[in-house]
């Protein structure tokens, strides 16, 4: 079967885009044919025919820019209303009802004047660029940012066959009617695109993570709209208008290359006129200009546009026209000064003429596109119209009455040497622009990665229809929902909230009463305990019952003293709670308790866990004599152990931090050890020092979680030291830098950078094994293990490039890999690519697409052949530098086992000797043993 991956490479797009890409171009093909048609008619008919002269053609540029003026509006109105495949249907509608009138216009209304040409092509003029509003406004919903740098190139050159076909077929369509017939012509590609749009293309989803409904995201908007325009009062109309400097700097840039390109049209066209006297010559040059052009533009579109994009990045990519026209209006402009030529000048502008909507067509407008594409979804489409149509009626406006005025003054002047040169001026204008459009896009990618504008809870104050759809949601709503619900309503000063609470609790789910219940005790809801006790005395289910006990006894103390009296008939929970609530109301009576509680200890095991469970809330010399008396025979329960433990991190005894280190030494009660040692703070580091240095690996793997919590300058030091130092602690010595929040000085710089270099390098060759290999479904767990190294790999890549301090926003770019947020990810990666180094961004992005891709090979990785994993096995495991970890190899020396792979045994038995991990040594000894047979 011949395999399409060579077309996938060409164009630069991958398999899984292939279907829509495939809708996409049909659909702008037949939209491409269709205007291509009423273009040149256009053209060649009415605004180079007999019926206008070149006084005339100024109008032509005015009267188009007041006809876009409302219909630009009443897009927008429309915009929001209507779902993208909606609009575009709408739009080609209207194509289809109103080029049938312009044929009738034109056959039966007397052309006495230029107004009939200047008001059909102005027409015209106008369903071109709504047909291209709709398309593009479309295309903009179905692909994120990261898919924009590919597509767009692709699927906007899906016009130009189309225009080529149109333009070359048209020569041929000669006689008495050919306008009309050529106008009624269009409507039958314009036809074809409307069902193709209807029935093909409105079947395809729209990405709901970002989208959803469409009318629905355009309400969400309104609302942020709204509660915006409380903080832009103060703001210029023009900054409400464009809402974000992006668009309004783009859209600067627009109109000034707008300007550029009707001052050098509206030349050509006069040259043409002096040139060409019969209408027939006028539409054969024009045909054959155009077809030359679109021929260049398909080839550089289809294949270099979006690599250029990609290697050049997009400011540079927006500078190549302008660049690009200052050297060719330069060059014409002093041939023309040496000798002038009628046929020169035309097919020197014919030269600028073609190139610069190519340029623009290739290189500006996929870039415009892909720069609004971090934007919401209201403000992408927004941009868009913006860019190509809010802006296009004042550049032909400005230009038709530059033209007029022109004229006026010197009708037969000769206008190469100034347009030129106006040409020059606005173009060194646009490479300025480009600098503040860059700007402007790294700040809108970095404001698309942050956290949601409902972070904050301003929003709610006030705000009586919100109030009341919470409190709906808590009444009504599913458990999380409600949970939701109350903390909103608290953040929001909800006037009625204790009352609220009391009502709730007696009818909660388990879990919805467990929060109320922390919420009454954290907010001292007094009022409420005759309520929590009533329902404590009906409860049955014990934990809950405990819970309500708790409760009842932190905010009534006379309860908790009643309730001592009979401890005896109490659960261990209970009693805590009890002395908690004692110890905080009235800590100085609570002394004979204190001391019968120790004397009993020594006996009975409960008594002392609980008594090792308040100990903190005791005073010191109390704290010192039972720690003492404790340590003297260490309890050998567990549970006791532990309590123990954990009452000398709450109690900050530091002095005998030594116990606690040689119990994670010896690996017991791991996290207990953790939380204690945390609770003891920076001290331990300190003081313990050379205890510390002699712990063994697994031991300071808990001290690297304990550190990257104790925001402390000796906390700190010992991470830097471990980085220092570390052999086989990387990944969790880069997890707790990171943690800690930590940034590394220039000093340590290097080794930072080293191990980025070298996770990046490690990554890579996981993920060259992982496309180089077939695994079978006995293989999936090893795959699988793979995959979740090269997740970790590059994750931890991104935090060491945090670590290094360049890059403050890299946080909430590693946030949103964690957390797999596909869509925000599509920014963050476009901000990566932005700001790190292109040869670092060049592998990561390799790491990144495969997470984002479901942990499937992209087609530029696949390799034409692939073999089975356990062939790879001895070369992946033994001798790859990719760094496996220990559940990767014991599980690779397995299957190899399992498979009878008997190389692997002389492999294995050469691995040096000294300390590994158990289970490392646990599955090389099983390997060899079960080969060895």
């Known amino acids: 079967m011949l395999s399409l991956q060579p077309v996938y490479r060409a164009l630069n797009i991958r398999p899984t ?27 060649g008919f009415l605004l180079l025919g007999k019926y206008i002269d070149i006084q005339q053609l100024s109008w032509v540029y005015i009267t188009s820019a007041l006809l876009l003026f409302p219909i630009n509006g009443l897009y927008v109105r429309l915009d929001l209303k209507y779902d993208p495949r909606q609009l575009l249907g709408i739009v080609i509608a209207v194509a289809l ?11 039966y209304v007397p052309k006495n004047g230029p107004w ?19 398309y593009w406004g479309l295309a903009a919903v179905f692909f994120n940012v990261r898919e924009s740098r590919r597509v767009f190139s692709v699927i906007g050159a899906g016009d130009l066959p189309g225009k080529m076909l149109a333009y070359a077929v048209i020569p041929f369509f000669k006689g008495k009617y050919e306008l009309e017939l050529l106008l009624l012509v269009s409507l039958i590609f314009f036809a074809a695109a409307f069902l193709i749009n209807r029935y093909w293309i409105s079947t395809a989803t729209l990405p709901a993570a970002e989208h959803g409904d469409h ?20 703001r210029k109309w023009w900054a409400r208008f464009f809402e974000t400097p992006l668009i309004l700097r783009i859209a600067v840039f627009s109109m000034v290359g707008y300007g550029i390109l009707h001052l050098v049209e509206f030349s050509f066209f006069k040259e043409i006129k002096i040139k060409f006297s019969k209408t027939d010559d006028i539409v054969q040059f024009v045909s054959r200009v155009l077809f030359i052009s679109s021929t260049i533009a398909l080839l550089f579109k289809l294949i270099l546009s979006s690599r250029i994009i990609n290697r050049l990045g997009l400011a540079r990519s927006l500078v190549i026209t302008p660049i690009l026209t200052i ?17 020169w000048n035309l097919y020197g502008l014919a030269i600028i003429y073609v190139f610069t909507p190519i340029l623009r067509s290739v290189m500006q407008e996929p870039v415009f596109f892909i720069l609004f594409q971090p934007l919401n979804v209201h403000l992408r489409l927004k941009g868009h119209i913006i860019a190509k149509g809010y802006v296009y009626p004042p550049a032909l406006m400005a230009t038709g009455l530059i033209i007029y005025f022109w004229l006026r003054q010197s009708p037969a002047a000769n206008t190469i040497a100034p347009v030129l040169i106006t040409v020059i001026l606005l173009s060194i204008a646009c490479i300025f622009i480009v600098g503040s459009i860059n700007k402007a896009y790294v700040k809108a990618v970095m404001q698309s990665v942050q956290k949601g504008f409902f972070g904050g809870l301003g929003v709610f104050a006030n705000n009586d229809s919100v109030t009341r759809t919470l409190l709906e949601k808590v009444i009504f709503g599913k458990e999380a929902e409600k949970i939701h619900a ?21 009818n909660a789910s388990d879990a919805f009463r467990y929060y109320l219940l922390k919420i009454i005790k954290q907010e001292n809801y007094k009022k409420v305990v005759p309520l929590v006790t009533q329902l404590y005395q009906s409860e049955t289910i014990r934990k809950t019952k405990e819970r309500l006990f708790e409760v009842v006894c932190e905010l009534d103390e006379t309860f908790a003293l009643d309730k001592w009296q009979q401890a005896d008939s109490h659960s261990f929970k209970e009693k805590k709670a009890i002395l908690r609530s004692l110890l905080d109301h009235n800590p100085a009576g609570t002394a004979d308790i204190l001391d019968n509680l120790h004397q009993s200890s ?64 010896e690996n017991r009660h791991r996290m207990a050890c953790k939380e204690a040692l945390q609770m003891m703070g920076d001290n331990i580091f300190t003081q313990h020092q050379n205890i510390i240095n002699a712990l063994p690996h697994r031991a300071k793997k808990t001290l690297l979680e304990v550190a990257s919590n104790i925001k402390t300058a000796p906390a700190q030091q010992f991470l830097i030291d471990q980085l220092v130092s570390s052999n086989r602690l990387e990944l969790e010595t880069i997890e707790a830098l990171y943690k800690q929040g930590l940034k590394v000085d220039i000093a340590h710089k290097n080794i930072v950078t080293d191990q980025f270099e070298n996770n990046l390098q490690q990554a890579a060759n996981k993920l060259w094994l992982i496309t180089q290999t077939k695994f079978t479904a006995e293989e999936h767990l090893l795959e699988r293990a793979i995959t979740n190294e090269i997740d970790a790999d590059a994750l931890s890549a991104l935090k060491l490039l945090s670590l290094t301090g360049d890059f403050p926003y890299l946080q909430r770019v590693i946030e949103l890999v964690e957390k797999g947020q596909k869509h925000q990810m599509h920014n963050a990666i476009e901000l ?14 390799l790491l990144l697409d495969f997470i984002m891709n479901n942990h499937k090979p992209i087609s530029t990785l696949q390799s034409k052949t692939t073999v089975s994993a356990h062939k790879n096995l001895h070369d992946a495991v033994m001798n790859s530098p990719a760094g496996f970890s220990v559940w990767t190899k014991s599980l690779a020396w397995y299957l190899a086992a399992q498979k009878g792979d008997k190389k692997i045994v002389a492999a294995l038995k050469r691995l040096p000797a000294g300390v590994r991990h158990p289970m490392e040594e646990e599955t090389k000894q099983f390997v060899l043993s079960a080969l060895s047979k």
Not at 118 to 133: C, D, P
Not at 217 to 233: L, P, R, Y
Not at 327 to 343: D, K
């Open 97 to 107: 009802l109103t080029i049938p009138a312009l044929a009738a216009m034109w056959h």
């Open 602 to 665: 020594a006996a009975r095991e409960e008594d002392l866990q609980l008594l090792l469970s308040i100990l903190h809330k005791t005073d010191d010399a109390f704290q010192h004599r039972v720690i003492s008396s404790v340590l003297d025979t260490p309890p050998q329960q567990k549970e006791t152990a532990e309590a123990l433990i954990k009452a000398l991190g709450k109690c900050k005894q530091t002095m005998h931090a030594n116990f606690i280190l040689h119990e994670l030494s």
């Open 116 to 134: 009939i040409p200047i008001i059909i092509a102005s027409w015209i003029l106008m369903v071109y660029l709504i047909t291209g509003y709709g």
């Open 327 to 343: 050297i060719a209006a330069l060059s014409i402009l002093a041939i023309n000064l040496m000798q002038e030529s009628t046929s």
């Open 215 to 234: 009318g629905h995201d355009h309400a969400q908007d309104g609302g942020h709209q709204t509660h915006e325009h409380k903080h832009t009062k103060g």
């Open 832 to 845: 990566l690519d932005l700001t790190i180094p292109k040869h670092y961004f060049d592998q990561l992005v």
């Open 17 to 43: 885009e292939a279907p829509l890409v495939g809708k996409l171009l049909l659909l702008q093909f037949m939209l491409g044919i269709a205007n291509g048609i009423i273009t040149v008619s256009s053209l």
């Open 486 to 506: 109350i903390n909103l309503l608290k953040k929001s000063d909800y006037e009625h909230y204790e009352q609220l609470i009391s009502s709730q609790l007696p």
